[in-house]
């Protein structure tokens, strides 16, 4: 406590490079900061597209790293919510709840914008970075996690705190992509018994859609992915339809999911990040009230595009952040329901390694086609 901890970490030095295993100093935590031991960390695609230099907000040299699950080291001054020896996972949407904080007071969204311009600036709320090299270079945070490294300072804000008996090599992908496709649909959408869904692809992100869409006891659930190796899982998790555009070169996806219906399904998620894909997601939700959400994240620069029509005859287009949970508040329940198995989870981990130095194997992995999370245990 109190010290400079000096730990291996991956870290990425400039874009589109592999990352490399550094012996790192992780500095303290300062007020309101929490320094954090990484258990175990999944990859997520975000943290791949930075790394590639895709993302022009992306600053190099940093430690990347969003989806992870931790036991907190230590805290900084003025930390009341986490003890050290708490099992926390790091959300990259924070929750403040401060009185004063008008997002965090209302029920509509969990976009607390409390440290969000020094989070997208890659440091800490004091304006300055807890990681350097041996020789006092500074490393740029990421998303308000980093948590490829063995050791990383996040603010209190950004910690929900779990059970301690939930194990953080499964548990840490609530803090990312799976959390996102449950609450998509539990939340965001608040999709009800007996409705029909779309889900445009088949990740880690768009199976949750399909997972929480069974558990909404939804009556017809499509699953639309050019992959057809993830439509057994689908299946599993209780998709009713399986279609692959790549088969059905001639007719427009949207057109084929609307002649299913008559009218369209009345929820349908974009798990794709393609903006053509957003698309058909928009247009093939159902005439007078279908509603669909823009789960996938895309690439810089592009746009989605509809007809106006499509509004004007009831449907509307909306999107979620990190599911629309709060994360403080409602993390802590997912990974109860997980505990209690009412929320299994274990199924999207289909790969799994060893050690900060396989996380570029991990990658590697992620680029597969069969993988959905690849989970990197410290
Ligand atoms: P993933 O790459 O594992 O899954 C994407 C799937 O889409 C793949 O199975 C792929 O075969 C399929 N696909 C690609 N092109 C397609 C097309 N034209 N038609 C149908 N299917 C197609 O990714 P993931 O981890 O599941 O994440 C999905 C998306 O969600 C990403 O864009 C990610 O950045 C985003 N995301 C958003 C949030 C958020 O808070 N909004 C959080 C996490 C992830
Ligand atoms: O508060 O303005 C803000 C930043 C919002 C961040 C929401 C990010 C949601 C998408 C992240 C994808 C992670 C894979
Ligand atoms: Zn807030």
Redesign the pocket.
């Given at each position: 406590k109190g010290k400079v901890i000096e730990c291996k970490a991956a870290v990425a030095w400039e874009a589109n490079k592999p990352l490399v295993t550094e012996t790192i100093r992780v500095d303290p935590p300062k007020e309101g900061e929490v320094r954090l031991k990484v258990v175990a960390n999944a990859l997520?695609?975000?943290d791949v597209?930075t790394l590639s230099g895709q993302d022009p907000e992306g600053l190099f040299p940093c430690i990347l790293g969003h989806e992870a699950g931790a036991i907190v080291e230590s805290v900084g001054p003025g930390v009341t919510s986490v003890q050290p020896g708490m099992y926390v996972i790091p959300c990259y949407t924070p929750q403040c709840k401060d009185a004063a904080c008008i997002f965090c007071q209302s029920p509509k969204t969990n976009l607390c914008p409390k440290i969000r311009a020094t989070q997208g600036r890659g440091v800490m709320p004091d304006g300055t970075s807890r990681f350097s090299t041996l020789d006092g270079k500074p490393i740029y945070h990421f998303m308000g996690c980093s948590t490829f490294a063995e050791y990383t300072v996040v603010a209190e804000i950004s910690c929900a705190v779990v059970s301690e008996k939930a194990p953080l090599d499964k548990v840490c992908l609530f803090g990312?992509?799976v959390s996102?496709?449950l609450g998509a649909v539990l939340k965001t959408c608040a999709v009800e018994e007996g409705a029909s869904v779309a889900v445009?692809?088949?990740?880690?992100?768009?199976?949750a859609v399909v997972q929480a869409a069974k558990i909404r006891k939804a009556r017809r659930i499509f699953a639309?992915?050019?992959?057809p190796k993830?439509f057994e899982m689908a299946v599993q998790l209780g998709a009713t339809d399986c279609l692959n555009?790549n088969d059905i070169p001639d007719k427009p996806?949207q057109q084929v999911i609307v002649e299913a219906t008559t009218w369209g399904v009345d929820y349908s998620f974009d798990?794709?990040?393609?903006v053509?894909?957003m698309r058909a997601a928009l247009e093939c939700a159902h005439r007078g009230w279908g509603v669909s959400c823009?789960?996938?994240?895309?690439a810089s620069g592009k746009l989605i595009q509809t007809r106006p029509f499509q509004l004007i005859t009831g449907r509307s287009w909306k999107?979620?952040?990190?599911?629309g949970w709060k994360s403080r508040t409602d993390v802590p329940d997912l990974v109860d329901q997980y505990m209690d198995g009412k929320l299994p989870i274990d199924h999207y981990v289909t790969h799994s390694f060893e050690g900060v130095s396989a996380i570029n194997d991990a990658i590697h992995a992620?680029h597969e086609?069969d993988?959905?999370?690849a989970v990197v245990s410290y």
């Open positions: 997520c695609h975000t597209y990312c992509g996102t496709g445009f692809g088949l990740g880690a992100v768009g199976l639309v992915d050019t992959n993830k555009p996806i798990a794709t990040g393609n053509e894909v823009v789960i996938g994240v895309a999107g979620t952040a990190f599911g992620l086609g993988c959905l999370r």
